[in-house]
């Protein structure tokens, strides 16, 4: 007899695919890496296939996976689609949202207008601040969601997820080979600027902050102006910007790690939202 294919499959191998690594999968699905290598197992058992090439740098789709991951992404998006208009067709009220700022140019954004197409009737408001002050907001009830780095939190979230950052600049930005790298920087504390200065102690390479900011829009004007380079999600490059470590002499790039938390006292549209925003950033 067929059997039906177990979501959380398709996710762990969609995970995969878009991730490029188990262990990166792994930490998108909250799951240990060995969790998701059953898992995956399983599902190649399961339908006879091998869906993944695995080398040593990581993990790609096979033609038979392709396949697979195509249906997939239609199934589950099908399952969510379902889900949210037989349980939340008179879903109603007002959710305040808090965000780091970066996030307002990715992929949520969008999440936010498939989530109000689905509720009408929902409001939303959105604030922005740093990290710090977004677990203050969510604590005292200022804000029902907030969306910011974890690591500035006193309690888990309820899901979390990474992405790699690039290091961003002007794209007529040169440096000679001894010259201290000039960095654009946040004032006040910030976990991105932290691992920055760790990085290049670790990598030996002379830094300089060459110019602070307030706020991101400021950081991008500093950018195209050609006053240093910065840390950034790859959604945030301006168009006269780009990833420039191929041409200059810089560390890696570091992971950003993003946490959503729901304030104690949520109601059920944020609850709602939030499970909405689960299935929309870790797929």
Do not use: N
């Not at 700022?101 to 969008?110: A, G, H, I, N, R």
């Not at 601040?129 to 888990?156: K, T």
């Amino acid at each position: 007899m067929d059997r039906d294919l177990d979501p959380h499959l398709l996710r762990a191998l969609l995970a995969a695919a878009e991730t490029g690594t188990i262990s990166a999968a792994a930490e998108r699905l909250s799951r240990t890496q060995a969790a998701v290598s059953m898992q995956l197992q399983r599902l190649e058992g399961d339908l006879g296939a091998r869906l993944l090439d695995r080398t040593p740098r990581g993990v790609s789709l096979t033609h038979a996976g392709e396949t697979l991951a195509a249906y997939a992404r239609r199934l589950l998006a099908l399952t969510v689609d379902a889900r949210r208009q037989i349980e939340g067709q008179q879903l109603a009220g007002r959710i305040r949202l808090g965000l780091v700022e970066d996030l307002t140019m990715t992929q949520l954004p969008v999440a936010l207008a498939d989530f109000r197409q689905q509720h009408p009737r929902i409001k939303l408001d959105l604030m922005t601040a740093h990290s710090p002050e977004l677990d203050m907001a969510v604590r005292d009830g200022r804000c029902d969601i907030v969306i910011a780095d974890p690591s500035r939190f006193g309690q888990a979230p309820d899901f979390h997820w990474s992405r790699r950052l690039v290091w961003g600049g002007s794209r007529l930005i040169d440096l000679a080979e001894a010259e201290a790298v000039p960095l654009v920087a946040f004032e006040g504390s910030c976990t991105w600027q932290d691992r920055t200065a760790v990085a290049f102690a670790e990598a030996d390479i002379p830094w300089t902050i060459a110019c602070h900011v307030t706020t991101l829009a400021a950081l991008v004007g500093a950018l195209r102006a050609g006053l240093g380079i910065s840390l950034m999600l790859p959604e945030t490059l301006p168009a006269d910007c780009e990833a420039v470590a191929h041409r200059l002499r810089l560390p890696p790039a570091p992971t950003a790690y993003f946490g959503l938390f729901t304030a104690r006292q949520a109601s059920e549209p944020a609850r709602q939202l939030a499970a909405f925003l689960r299935e929309k950033l870790l797929v």
